[in-house]
């Protein structure tokens, strides 16, 4: 093949490649536009994730933490999948080399450590493999009765590669993980609930309403002591105790120097609502 049939075959397929943003949607909650849900949308494929929309999931919530006029996000998927794991027809053109130079799920530590404000996984379906680890890279998660968890990749000849054997072993121990790690099988909701993985389990019908009533509750909150408090508890876990704490109270300090401290104080003294300007 000459060089002039190369380069066509390259542009042909660059012209070929599919524009992920089609299957991320971005609503405004009804009773708060500082709210704003993002929606996986692509329900013909349970959600499954690769690297292109994996980027596009993240560049989307990169997005609405720059936005003024966004506070808190509510990130759910559509159909019967939150999002079902990565897409295994992906797989047959991977290997150990590309994953090294390219390695897309690096989305999901990006979300972990770079997006400030709070995000809440709504979780409506399947929730598995990759789609459980983008759902623990957000901070707080909400579960339908018809949520299924779990990290089947072992049944592929793998391990879950995006935080998910870590994360899961600070939450429910070494011993219990290896269990669902090493046989794949889902993960009982009562035992995510108990072990801390999701915050509350809801009916299917009422978990749009719980979410976004969660998030109403941090919006009339001062955005700056979100972050903080976000930050200071994400830190616990690259911590000691001991650091955990110096960090906290350093923290803790350097609050008193914001004008929403004193919004919030003079509120509370003068036994009024307090109208934080996030500053």
Not at 75 to 93: H, R, V
Not at 257 to 263: C, G, P, R, V
Request: hydrophobic share 40%; glycine share 8%; net charge positive.
């Amino acid at each position: 093949m000459n060089r002039l049939n190369l380069i066509r075959n390259h542009l042909n397929q660059s012209s070929q490649k599919e524009d992920y943003s089609q299957f991320i949607t971005v609503e405004e909650y009804s009773k708060n536009p500082k709210i704003k849900i993002v929606k996986l949308n692509n329900p013909n494929k349970l959600n499954a994730l690769s690297n292109e929309f994996g980027i596009e999931i993240f560049n989307t919530l990169q997005k609405l933490d720059m936005d003024d006029n966004t506070k808190v996000i509510i990130l759910t998927g559509t159909g019967k999948a939150f999002c079902a794991g990565a897409n295994i027809s992906k797989f047959t053109t991977w290997n150990s080399f590309n994953l090294n130079k390219n390695w897309g799920l690096h989305f999901m530590e990006r979300i972990h450590y770079e997006i400030n404000k709070p995000v809440i996984a709504s979780v409506n379906g399947l929730c598995l493999g990759g789609g459980l680890e983008l759902a623990l890279s957000c901070d707080i998660i909400v579960a339908s009765e018809k949520a299924t968890f779990g990290f089947p990749e072992i049944k592929l000849g793998l391990i879950p590669g995006a935080g998910g054997t870590q994360k899961l072993t600070d939450l429910f121990g070494p011993y219990v993980s290896m269990e669902y790690i090493l046989t794949g099988k889902n993960i009982p909701l009562d035992l995510c609930h108990k072990h801390g993985l999701v915050s509350h389990i809801v009916k299917h019908e009422e978990l749009d309403k719980f979410t976004g009533e969660l998030a109403e509750s941090m919006c009339c909150l001062s955005l700056t002591t979100l972050i903080a408090g976000k930050k200071v508890i994400k830190a616990r876990a690259e911590n000691t105790l001991h650091g955990g704490i110096r960090f906290e109270k350093q923290v803790f300090i350097d609050l008193f120097n914001n004008e929403d401290k004193e919004i919030g104080v003079q509120a509370f003294l003068n036994k009024k609502k307090p109208v934080f300007k996030d500053k």
